[in-house]
Antibody, heavy 122, light 113 residues
């Protein structure tokens, strides 16, 4: 079935880096734009970044611009989030999510992973 | 960036009664070229990822019970649960996908009275 599985979370010190992965299965990954969304403990949802189906377009939230990089490997059906210069306020569950229609960017998010926890602490 | 607000922050409704959640965007999310409102509603239960309920402001996602309905246009939107069930206890978020900031509202917590 259609599935997204995140991995790579953990505890990291402020200023260090971490790379998250999102493995997709059950659909043609290379046809869909993909997002990262995060949720700090006890807080609401915050959109982080999006990448178009072919990787040619990327957009970021101001809070992560210049520190985080979204990428994808369509041959491996995997989405990535490289997080550099991590701060305490980046502590959150990070979800990957698929857009609801092939090829399009401006669509709702219809499939979500279970999330991976990132804790930034010394 | 488009700012999304929701009201109320929380509400408690008796089983079988109606629950209404409001969402407002700081600018219109109605695309004039296709007359579609780029507005979605999500439900998130504790310990779970969000689940898409409504897109285009009023289109129910496949498998979503028809007691959930969305309405509104431009900057003002509403999610209605016509007859609240125990399994509807959750936090509900609106989200705009009109611009590439994809902002979410702060969420509305729905409980049983």
């Amino acid at each position: 079935q259609v599935q997204l599985v995140e991995s790579g979370g953990g505890v990291v010190q402020p200023g260090r880096s971490l790379r998250l992965s999102c493995a997709a299965s059950g659909f043609t990954f290379s046809s869909y734009a993909m997002h990262w969304v995060r949720q700090a403990p006890g807080k609401g949802l915050e959109w982080v970044a999006v990448i178009s189906y072919d990787g040619s377009n990327k957009y970021y939230a101001d809070s992560v611009k210049g520190r985080f990089t979204i990428s994808r490997d369509n041959s491996k059906n995997t989405l990535y989030l490289q997080m550099n210069s991590l701060r305490a306020e980046d502590t959150a569950v990070y979800y990957c999510a698929r857009v609801a229609k092939q090829w399009e960017l401006l669509r709702a998010f219809d499939i979500w992973g279970q999330g991976t926890m990132v804790t930034v602490s010394s | 960036d488009i700012v999304m607000t929701q009201s109320p922050d929380s509400l408690a409704v008796s089983l079988g009664e109606r629950a209404t959640i409001n969402c407002k965007s700081s600018q219109s999310v109605l695309y004039s070229s296709n007359n579609k409102n780029y507005l979605a509603w999500y439900q998130q239960k504790p310990g779970q990822p969000p689940k898409l309920l409504i897109y285009w402001a009023s289109t129910r996602e496949s498998g979503v019970p028809d007691r959930f309905s969305g309405s509104g246009s431009g900057t003002d939107f509403t999610l209605t649960i016509s007859s609240l069930q125990a399994e509807d206890v959750a936090v509900y978020y609106c989200q705009q996908y009109y611009s590439t900031s994809f902002t979410f509202g702060p969420g509305t917590k729905v409980d049983i009275k």
